[in-house]
């Protein structure tokens, strides 16, 4: 069985630049809505409290919202979790209160309606933790990708190795875009997300990367554009077989793994998929625009010692 | 002949995976309710009090299903909640305020494994519930404090030097001495600097020295803060009685602080900010105690017990408080006698040789005063302490004391340790404040982990049966290394003693099954690849694994990269992640690249094969 049987190869390469243009185009598009509409940052950011509780019976919202409100908590962002029943609570961290009494005054208030309340997660971050956690986040992601360049760039080729890069880049900006659009919350799990997303575009890149260089030693004759469309069509099986697997295991982290780590999954749904077309069409393109060549693959030449002369025997 | 496994690699291999199994194997078993007793301040728990234990369950019917004693605790497994609840009520009746009787889950695994130090892994607060503080230390207050004890050092060193200054004064971060003339500065820079090496001198001008210290001695002084108050919280934390916690330093001024299983978070940080103090008092020498104990106790005295359980008479008035005790360590006399060494603060040195002075000869105490729970309310909610006092040592007062001083009259150097370390966990030296809290409820935890449970099991069978069918025989292959990778991740998560299972090191898991696979579809191919191309069976397979292993060992060295900068750069949820994801890369490239070698030479390798089903 095969997934897809071609004979020859595909010119994947003749879609290199409508595929650059709407990369493009999204790469505007999602920094234009981060500068607008930020990331919906979660509690790990941006400090506050956030309560989960459950109710023995579907939550009546509004009712919340109202006893929330006659306990001064004005600014309560009230919203279902996971079922009906399971409501978060998110309040901006106040100043002068002691931060850590709200939890106990937030359940108080519920509590006061009569209904059964259970305390399911209280979390509690001081403004100042999550300042720093965003420097830190920002941070691991720049190191990883400066690392990344140089290894590839040692172990390939300095175009591979931009090629690479900016293809991470661009998944990781239009994985930021995705959930500043749709306004998802950003928090700790969704940046573990992203930086798995790195891995796994990266894991990708390196194969086409592998094959692209590995056929421009084994191929005699041929365009570099033909031969990036060869080694894209050949892995192209593999390519998709992995991104299956992965999205089907993702699937199931989506539908199943709670809501706790539905960002998560979602991050790397998205993440996977953009991952996967970015392999073949961004790292490719940009190293092809770069001007790769036959000669800057090929293994260094080892002059022996003493081959300009003559045997002797 | 192609493809032939050679015997020591195939042993390795499998003794690598047998292994793993090994250490994966006790998270198969589930836990027991368990009642653990350990010791209070000053009891000791020891294997005598083990009958006790099992004559006070037998005497109210409870029936252990074993009974353990180790590392100085007692670990009571039962067979519900139910007689959990019973045992530790009766047991914390029997056994008294010098015991802590903690409920806890224990981990049923089997005593051979055990043996073997095969433990299950480690469970992080989201999976299991309890409540994480992250707490932060006071550096400004720390600093200031040092800065006042060396001004006023500054001052007594002068003075007895005989240098005269015209102030000296303590501003963000340094001492200004201002002297009269440039002389005496120049003789006091040369005297202080020999004098005072861990501060850097400097002249602004005015006849002004100017002290501040150096960047090693900050960094002493913040390290020496979070370590005095880590061991603070590790005794406040004792007195909790919570079963696993965790303290731990994080960042340069930060504390981390776990109490699996604890909901009330209000006690908890009740408890956490509890103080316990130090009092140095006169022994009452005109009055007899035995009169006292029969109850006439003076007007100005106290009885107070001492650790054996002796009456101690003792004056009302304190000569000084444990909170002007900067640093305290043991050491032994030039007669191999043990000794307790205290620095105090300059405040501290002068109420000590004032309160000393005209009492040498007289025995002197020191009092460990501390506040514990009762676990009851009052009318306003708030939680009620109870002081308890307790006289920790008598010592003869040789000399006028100062800032500096020593306890002698110990009876070991265990004992003088303890004491000493006691000494300077009563003392806050600096303020910390609570900058992160989270309560994970116990059934969320439990509704966390059969949720990752489940959407791992339902991943790897979707991925499972799609390699059957895409691969066929070498699909199987592929699926017994995954299956393998699978243990071998949970075996060495469970070897790693440091290693936490979170939520989204679980979400790890589940990702790396879906990833892992990955290298073995890129050498099918390549095996595809190569019998399109007209290979023999045998050669497709030895050039498909070839090729394929460069591509292989490059992506996945990346991936690694990225992984191990999470690690380092990262906290919480981040490093759980980080490191499944890093466990999960090395797995699958052993079992993706050598075991399906292994198997596949085994059954196709060194024989005519004329078709391959893949």
């Known amino acids: ?313 | 002949m192609l493809n032939k496994n050679s015997v020591w690699k195939v042993l390795i291999a499998l003794l690598f995976v047998g292994l793993c199994a090994l250490y994966a194997l006790p998270n198969l078993y589930g836990e027991d309710n368990a009642v653990q007793i350990s010791a209070g301040r000053n009891a000791e728990v020891t294997e005598q009090m083990v009958s006790q234990v099992e004559q006070t369950l037998a005497a109210n019917e409870i029936d252990p299903k074993r009974i353990e004693f180790e590392e100085g605790q007692i670990l009571v497994r039962l067979t519900g909640s139910e007689d959990q609840l019973k045992a530790r009520e009766m047991l914390e009746k029997a056994l008294g305020s010098d015991y802590v009787v903690a409920m806890n889950l224990a981990a049923d695994t089997p005593q051979w494994l055990e043996d073997l130090s095969a433990t299950p892994m480690k469970l992080g607060l989201d999976l299991r519930g309890g409540v994480h503080f992250l707490m932060e230390v006071d550096m400004s207050e720390a600093i200031d404090k040092s800065l006042e004890d060396a001004e006023g050092d500054f001052r007594t060193a002068l003075r007895e030097e005989k240098l005269r200054y015209r102030t000296v004064t303590q501003r963000d971060n340094y001492i200004d001495i201002i002297f009269r003339d440039q002389d005496t500065l120049d003789s006091a820079k040369f005297f202080l600097r020999n004098r005072n090496r861990d501060l850097e001198y400097s002249e602004p001008g005015n006849l002004t020295l100017r002290a501040t210290f150096s960047e090693t001695k900050l960094k002493e002084i913040r390290d020496y803060a979070v370590k005095q108050n880590i061991t603070i919280l590790r005794n406040r934390v004792n007195q909790l009685g919570v079963a696993e916690p965790l303290i731990q330093k994080q960042g340069a001024d930060r504390i981390v602080v776990q109490l699996p299983g604890v909901q009330d978070t209000a006690r908890a940080k009740e408890i956490l900010n509890a103080t316990a103090t130090l009092e140095f008092r006169l022994v009452d020498q005109d009055n007899d105690v035995r009169d006292a104990v029969a109850g006439r106790v003076p007007p100005g005295s106290q009885l107070i017990e001492d650790k054996n359980g002796r009456p101690q008479l003792l004056e009302k008035r304190v000569m000084l408080t444990g909170n002007h005790i900067i640093d305290a360590n043991n050491s032994v006399d030039e007669y191999g006698i043990p000794q307790v060494n205290i620095s105090l603060d300059s405040e501290g040195g002068n109420k000590m040789s004032r309160g000393t002075r005209g009492n040498i000869g007289s025995p002197m105490a020191t009092v460990f005063i501390e506040y514990k729970a009762t676990g009851e309310k009052n009318d306003q909610g708030k939680l009620v302490f109870e002081k308890h006092e307790q006289v920790i040592s008598v010592a003869t007062i040789q000399a006028q004391l100062g800032s500096s001083f020593r306890i002698t009259g110990l009876d070991s150097p265990k004992e003088a340790r303890d004491l000493a370390l006691l000494l300077r966990a009563g003392a806050l030296i600096a303020p910390i404040q609570i900058v992160e809290e989270r309560t994970v409820g116990p059934s969320l935890g439990q509704e966390n982990i059969e949720l990752g449970m489940q959407a791992i099991v339902y991943g790897l069978a979707a991925v499972l049966l799609f390699m059957l069918i895409y691969y066929k025989a070498f699909g199987i292959v592929a699926n017994v290394a995954l299956a393998s990778n699978l243990v071998m991740i949970v075996g060495i998560m469970s070897m790693i003693p440091g290693a936490t299972l979170t939520l989204p090191g679980m979400a790890g898991i589940v990702l790396t099954v879906g990833m892992a696979v990955d290298a073995n579809v890129l050498i099918f191919e390549r095996i595809r690849e190569e019998l399109r191309e007209g290979r023999s069976p045998q050669q497709a397979i030895h050039m498909g694994y070839d090729s394929a292993f460069s591509t292989i060992l490059d992506a996945n060295v990346t991936t690694f990269i990225a992984g191990l900068i999470l690690f380092a750069v990262g906290t919480g949820p981040i490093k759980g992640f980080s490191i499944t994801l890093m466990i999960g890369i090395a797995t699958s490239m052993f079992t993706a690249i050598l075991l399906t070698r292994i198997i596949v030479n085994a059954v196709w390798g060194g024989r005519k094969v004329k078709k391959l089903a893949i």
């Open chain 1, 1 to 313: 069985m095969r997934l897809i049987n071609l004979s020859g190869d595909v010119n994947f390469m003749r879609l290199r630049i409508p595929a650059l243009v709407l990369s493009t185009l999204l790469i505007i598009g999602s920094i234009v809505s981060l500068a607008t509409n930020s990331l919906n940052w979660g509690l790990d950011f941006t400090g506050g409290t956030l309560i989960e509780v459950g109710y023995d019976k579907p939550a009546k919202l509004s009712d919340i919202r109202r006893q929330l409100t006659s306990a001064e908590f004005e600014d309560a962002v009230v919203q279902n979790f996971g079922s009906s029943e399971d409501v978060l609570i998110r309040i901006a961290p106040r100043d002068g209160v002691k931060s850590n009494v709200i939890g106990d005054q937030v359940l108080a208030a519920l509590r006061a309606g009569g209904d059964n309340v259970e305390m399911r997660r209280i979390e509690f971050v001081g403004p100042n933790v999550g300042e720093e956690l965003t420097e830190q986040g920002g941070l691991a992601m720049l190191t990883a990708l400066l690392c990344i360049l140089v290894y590839v760039a040692m172990r390939f080729e300095w175009r591979f190795a931009l090629g690479s890069v900016s293809a991470l880049a661009h998944d990781v900006i239009l994985t930021l875009g995705l959930f500043s659009v749709l306004q998802l919350e950003f928090d700790l799990t969704v940046l573990a997300a992203v930086l798995a997303v790195i891995g796994y575009s990266l894991n990708d890149t390196i194969v086409v990367c592998d094959r692209i260089r590995e056929n421009f030693r084994k191929i005699r004759k041929s365009e570099p554009t033909g031969i990036v469309n060869t080694s894209l069509t050949q892995t192209l099986n593999r390519t998709i077989i992995t991104s299956l697997t992965t999205i089907l295991v993702l699937i199931a982290l989506f539908y199943k793994g709670g809501a706790l780590i539905h960002g998560f999954a979602t991050a790397l749904l998205f993440g996977v998929i953009i991952g996967t077309y970015s392999s073949i069409y961004i790292a490719s393109s940009v190293a092809l625009a770069l001007g790769i060549s036959k000669e800057d693959l090929m293994p260094p030449q080892i002059e022996k010692e003493g081959a300009d002369q003559d045997s002797l025997m």
